[in-house]
């Protein structure tokens, strides 16, 4: 006997993974109450802006914005913003103040929150950047035109150092693997991204780890394992990210790195859901369970979540794939590029010309492409041609 349709479905989460779910609900012909609640005082907005127009100061935080205002009323969702969620059980959602919501189907669309450095706590001018609240201090820094100082050579780190660098600061990336961009491109592929920033003034170091972060005065001083000293006026920590779990956990939930889901974005207990960067889902393209941190793809889970929610049963197989933009030069990145044993490059990867299709074990894994639209989309295809999804993947999230 088929479950009753839910009268009440609530999405925690206000980024990309969750709007998209709430207004796909709709789009799906779901006609009960809706409702899409944030712990940040803004109405949804993007977060890729944040490193770079919205940081350069090319556009004012409303045009960020996901939707117009009124966009929510007239889709019939209740946008709570502002909001925390303390705690949630079987049928309903605990606030902070003592009040809860009823709902028959929850998704959590959490996200994950930066990772910090334990000696940078406190220290004033130390900026992680996540959030249109971190913008304002960050933005200050940059205008006073002093050296700024990026830990973490990751896709964010990256996108602020060009950023920053173009609006005349000086820059130096520090990072602890042996190139940028780690665990997003291939070796060859991270050397070219190096050169680029070098090539327009930034210097870079790898396999730096930090010893320390401290005030002197005025200026910050990280010094390294060895005993090298770099100082800055401003520093962004940019590590990589913890996914936001303790809802989850304080629920039960199986957490690993994230909310375990399934290929529905089903956790483990009934009508509770999760999608975008706080999922850890069962992987098409290496099998096993990853966290994917992409802005497309935390979109599309989202879309694809909410259709399951509602009875659906839609396997979300999508290759997961993304894109960065610095000093001019997009790349597009899709599957796992970083994790192949070989690379086979189409053009110039310093010009930034070039598809490159990655393999591990003889299987296209991933793939990497600037300047070349097509050639990425012919990429995306091979690579989703020869996932494994469909092929031993866990039907359902371990308990």
């Not at 609240?133 to 602020?160: F, I, K, T």
């Not at 074990?361 to 996932?387: I, K, T």
Request: with cysteine; aromatic share 4%; hydrophobic share 45%.
């Amino acid at each position: 006997m088929p479950e009753p349709a839910p009268r009440t479905v609530a999405v925690v989460g206000t980024g990309v993974a969750g709007t998209t779910a709430a207004l796909t609900l709709r789009k799906e012909g779901f006609e009960g109450r809706i409702v899409l609640i944030g712990d940040e005082p803004h109405e949804p907005y993007r977060r890729p802006p944040l490193s770079k127009d919205l940081l350069r100061g090319d556009v004012p935080p409303e045009r960020a914005r996901l939707k117009p205002s009124s966009a929510w009323a007239e889709q019939g969702v209740e946008l709570l913003t502002g909001t925390a969620v303390t705690g949630l059980d079987a049928s309903a959602l605990h606030f902070a103040d003592g009040s809860r919501l009823p709902c028959d189907r929850l998704l959590l669309a959490t996200g994950a929150r930066p990772r910090t450095l334990p000696r940078a706590a406190g220290l004033d001018r130390v900026h992680t950047l996540r959030t249109l609240d971190d913008l304002p201090a960050l933005r200050g820094d940059l205008a006073s035109g002093g050296p700024l100082l990026v830990v973490g050579a990751g896709l964010v780190g990256l996108e602020v150092a060009a950023t920053a660098r173009q609006a005349g600061c000086e820059v130096t990336v520090l990072e602890a693997a042996d190139r940028p961009l780690g665990r997003v491109l291939p070796p060859v592929l991270g050397r070219a991204v190096a050169d680029l920033h070098r090539a327009n003034g930034v210097r870079v170091h790898t396999g730096v780890g930090l010893r320390s972060l401290a005030r002197h005065g005025d200026t910050l001083v990280a010094t390294g394992h060895d005993g090298t000293e770099w100082t800055a006026a401003a520093v962004l920590v940019a590590v990589g990210t913890v996914p936001e779990t303790a809802l989850a956990e304080r629920a039960g939930l199986a957490v690993a790195d994230g909310i375990v889901v399934d290929r529905y974005g089903a956790t483990g207990v009934p009508h509770v859901y999760a999608a975008g960067d706080v999922a850890r889902r069962p992987d098409p393209v290496l099998g096993g369970l990853h966290r994917v941190e992409q802005w497309n793809h935390a979109q599309e889970h989202g879309a694809a979540v909410a259709a399951n929610m509602l009875g659906g049963r839609r396997p979300f197989d999508a290759v997961p794939w993304g894109w960065t933009d610095q000093y001019g030069v997009v790349l597009q990145f899709c599957g796992h590029p970083a994790v192949g044993d070989d690379i086979a490059v189409d053009g110039d990867p310093g010009g930034f010309d070039f598809t490159a299709v990655v393999r591990r074990d003889g299987r296209p894994v991933g793939g990497v492409a600037a300047g070349r639209p097509a050639g990425f989309r012919a990429l995306r295809g091979l690579v989703a041609e020869h996932s494994v999804a469909g092929h031993g993947l866990p039907a359902a999230a371990p308990a």
